[in-house]
């Protein structure tokens, strides 16, 4: 490979005598972040962990996603509680895996698991 440094001196100094440093300052960028963080920011997931459901309660919009998964080491449900405008659950929930629900309408929806009736849990839906 053929090394060809070129030795450029530039010497700054030379030239007008106007402020050389005013160039350097940025661009203030305080808009939104180019990358959306892979999980809503609204919080629109929900993990079973150590027997409990969080964050609870979770508040989104109608309109909203909401996934449920599981990161226990025990089969969980994820089951709204009867009497709820909506009701909704989900199969047996092995160790990693998930389900969705869409919430449409506004509401507090107040859910449990079938198998642990103790761990509950609710949505907030705006
Ligand atoms: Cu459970």
Redesign the pocket.
């Given at each position: 490979m053929t090394a060809s440094v070129a030795s450029v001196a530039l010497l700054g100094a030379c030239g007008s005598s106007g402020k050389g440093y005013g160039a350097s300052n940025p661009t203030t960028t305080a808009g939104p972040a180019a990358a959306a963080p892979a999980a809503a920011a609204g919080g629109s997931a929900v993990t079973?962990d150590n027997?409990s459901f969080g964050p609870s309660p979770l508040k989104v919009k109608s309109g909203t996603k909401v996934t449920v998964t599981?990161k226990?080491s025990?089969?969980?449900?994820w089951t709204a509680d009867s009497g709820d405008a909506v009701t909704w659950t989900s199969p047996d929930?092995s160790p990693g895996s998930s389900y969705s629900f869409t919430f449409s309408k506004a509401g507090t929806y107040s859910y449990?698991?079938?198998?642990?009736p103790s761990?509950t849990g609710t949505v907030v839906v705006s």
């Amino acid at each position: 490979m053929t090394a060809s440094v070129a030795s450029v001196a530039l010497l700054g100094a030379c030239g007008s005598s106007g402020k050389g440093y005013g160039a350097s300052n940025p661009t203030t960028t305080a808009g939104p972040a180019a990358a959306a963080p892979a999980a809503a920011a609204g919080g629109s997931a929900v993990t079973i962990d150590n027997f409990s459901f969080g964050p609870s309660p979770l508040k989104v919009k109608s309109g909203t996603k909401v996934t449920v998964t599981n990161k226990d080491s025990t089969t969980h449900t994820w089951t709204a509680d009867s009497g709820d405008a909506v009701t909704w659950t989900s199969p047996d929930l092995s160790p990693g895996s998930s389900y969705s629900f869409t919430f449409s309408k506004a509401g507090t929806y107040s859910y449990h698991c079938k198998i642990h009736p103790s761990m509950t849990g609710t949505v907030v839906v705006s």
